[in-house]
């Protein structure tokens, strides 16, 4: 059974930075893309970012795009989000997210397997 464990998320201050990661476990199939999303208080979970299994395909959600960059590590079984500038809007549990397809889709339902979530916390 793949299993996702994510790490990295805290408090911080409006404008400070925090590094999410995520490794996945038992995944004996290839190709796959990961991701990560946000669920803040009384709203649906959202897409946050995503990237393709080699790496040449990245895609943001305009709300973190110049601030947050997605990579992948060479096993590519993990993925990290740095986030830089920090709002307070940016405070929600995020997961990440596997898909079992080279295409990265914002839609959540289309992925496979999600992580637990982890608490980003960002203060004014």
């Known amino acids: 059974q793949v299993q996702l464990v994510e790490s990295g998320g805290g408090l911080v201050q409006a404008g400070g930075s925090l590094r999410l990661s995520c490794a996945a476990s038992?995944?004996?199939?290839?190709?796959?893309?990961m991701g990560w999303f946000r669920q803040a208080p009384g709203k649906e979970r959202e897409f946050v970012a995503g990237i393709s299994w080699g790496s040449s395909r990245l895609s943001y959600a305009d709300s973190v795009k110049g601030r947050f960059t997605i990579s992948r590590g060479n096993a590519k079984n993990t993925v990290s989000l740095q986030m830089n500038s920090l709002k307070p809007e940016d405070t929600a549990v995020y997961y990440c997210?596997?898909?079992?397809?080279?295409?990265?889709?914002?839609?959540?339902?289309?992925?496979?397997?999600w992580g637990q979530g982890t608490q980003v916390t960002v203060s004014s």
């Open positions: 997210a596997l898909r079992r397809a080279n295409e990265v889709n914002p839609l959540a339902s289309v992925y496979d397997y």
């Open positions: 038992a995944t004996t199939f290839s190709l796959y893309v």
